[in-house]
């Protein structure tokens, strides 16, 4: 069957880094993508990798091997307002997206 | 503004009533998708369209039914609803269901069925 794996809830400190992983195994890859979601709204984009490496964007970073099937998202600089749930979700070889069941990041101050 | 508008934002609602959660995009996207969000679960696909008067099964279809008769519209219907379709419905939209863009969504759909 296909699966995402991420951890359920991690803490960190404002202004630190932290890094949410993502492991994936699907039935072909077109592509990850990152979602942000804050209680109680909808998701929205942050980033999409489909080639290895690292793609960066202001204090979001998002990393893929796809040898591995994994994928990174590195968030810098925290802020309160990055307190949110953080989904990621794997484009299959039908285009289907399937998605992690999310990481609950919290920030302390 | 641009985007997708769901309505009802909220819903209380009996077991075996009928009920359509309406989705609107004017964003001229061809792909429409409707999601469920239970808490501890990813998101899983309801039902999508890839354009105007095509639509399909996603990976929880059963109790559960669209139309596609326009590209704007994309409406989702529950013919009996029961307890277990208490969730967040998230409708979205991308320009081609092959595209490598985003998905955008509207703001959900909460139902509660008692």
């Known amino acids: 069957g296909q699966n995402i794996d991420q951890p359920t809830e991690m803490t960190a400190t404002e202004g630190a880094i932290v890094q949410i992983n993502c492991t994936y195994q699907t039935s072909g890859f077109n592509g990850l993508f990152w979602y942000q979601q804050h209680a109680g709204e909808a998701p929205t984009f942050l980033s999409y990798?489909?080639l290895d490496g690292l793609e960066e964007k202001g204090r979001f970073s998002s990393f893929l091997s796809r040898s591995k099937g994994y994928s990174y998202l590195l968030l810098k600089e925290l802020q309160m307002k990055d307190s949110a749930s953080y989904l990621c979700a794997v484009r299959d070889s039908n285009y289907q997206l399937i998605w992690g069941a999310g990481t609950k990041l919290i920030i302390k101050p | 503004i641009a985007g997708i508008t769901q309505a009802p934002t909220s819903q209380i609602l009996a077991a075996g009533r009928r009920m359509t959660l309406r989705c609107t995009q004017d964003?001229?996207?061809?792909?429409m998708y409707w999601y469920r969000q239970d808490l501890g679960l990813g998101l899983r696909l309801i039902h999508y369209?890839?354009?105007?008067?095509?639509?399909g099964k996603g990976e929880v279809p059963d109790g559960y039914s669209v139309s596609r008769a326009n590209t704007d519209d994309f409406p989702l219907t529950l013919a009996s609803a029961v307890p277990s379709q208490t969730s967040v419905y998230f409708c979205?939209?991308?320009?081609?269901?092959?595209?490598?863009?985003?998905?955008?969504f509207g703001e959900g759909s909460r139902l509660t069925v008692l």
């Open positions: 369209s890839n354009t105007a008067g095509t639509t």
């Open positions: 964003m001229r996207h061809n792909a």
């Open positions: 979205a939209s991308s320009i081609t269901s092959g595209s490598t863009g985003e998905l955008f």
């Open positions: 990798n489909v």
